[in-house]
């Protein structure tokens, strides 16, 4: 592959900045709102001040490109919407929104969402049980959530859970395809790598799980390392230095793919 000719990306990038800052000044986040957030997600006041600027520019660029929709009759007002962008914002803080851009709706229920569902059995027999789904997400969107779960972010917070960052863990697992516990990396080797590390790690969780010890990491990642990646990010990020003590290799991993070390912080 030749070297890209400067003269054809340099207005492009001049487009697509001007783009950023039409955007950003059409949604503008007011500083009594953006305090408000804040004041309600306790693990964001690790951020310093340029990260919480660089997350506030993300969240209104995310709400400039996503769409919210309320479900059973709930009215999305502009402080739920952000308390949704501003979870979702912080995994990719130094990894920036494109990772999201495979959906736009994000469809905010009242309370957890009953599904049914039907598993087929080893004889061909079709079971169906309902599942209480706080948030779902799906390649191609529209991403789901309870706003019950969104609104006790703090108190979830306690307890290493977090529904917004599961939810967007999922997406980015899917940004590179399957939903298998493995985000976009560069290459074989990396991938690989990713593999080796979250694999013991899961090994080791589902022992612990098995034998009835009490996890810092949602014991509900037992469940297949995709759902163990998504409680992984969750716990990283909310309760870093508890998950850190717990899982340090897969703490390792998520600070360095995340570019972030919250635990620290
Ligand atoms: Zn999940």
Redesign the pocket.
């Known amino acids: 592959m030749g070297v890209t000719p400067a003269w054809w990306r340099a207005p492009l990038a001049r487009l697509d900045a001007w783009r950023e800052q039409r955007a950003l000044a059409r949604r503008a986040i007011p500083d009594d709102l953006w305090a408000l957030v804040l004041a309600r997600l306790p693990f964001l006041a690790r951020l310093d001040a340029a990260d919480q600027a660089e997350l506030r520019r993300l969240c209104s660029l995310f709400l400039d490109r996503k769409q919210f929709h309320g479900a059973g009759g709930l009215a999305v007002t502009d402080e739920m919407a952000l308390l949704v962008a501003a979870q979702a914002c912080l995994p990719v803080l130094r990894l920036g929104l494109h990772f999201y851009d495979g959906f736009v709706g994000i469809v905010m229920h009242p309370d957890e969402v009953v599904a049914r569902r039907q598993v087929m059995d080893d004889d061909g027999i079709v079971h169906e049980y309902d599942e209480n789904l706080t948030g779902e997400a799906m390649s191609g969107g529209p991403l789901m959530l309870a706003w019950s779960d969104v609104d006790a972010a703090a108190e979830g917070a306690a307890l290493a859970y977090n529904v917004v960052i599961?939810?967007f863990a999922?997406v980015i697992d899917m940004a590179s395809g399957p939903v298998d516990g493995v985000p976009p990396l560069p290459d074989t080797a990396a991938r690989e790598r990713w593999i080796g590390v979250i694999d013991t790690a899961y090994e080791h969780f589902c022992a612990l799980v098995e034998d009835g010890v009490e996890t810092v990491i949602d014991p509900y990642g037992a469940e297949a390392v995709e759902?163990f990646f998504?409680v992984a990010v969750e716990a990283f990020f909310v309760a870093p230095a508890p998950m850190r003590q717990e899982s340090p290799a897969l703490y390792a991993l998520l600070a360095d793919y995340f570019r972030q070390d919250p635990a620290v912080a």
């Open positions: 599961h939810e999922h759902e998504a």
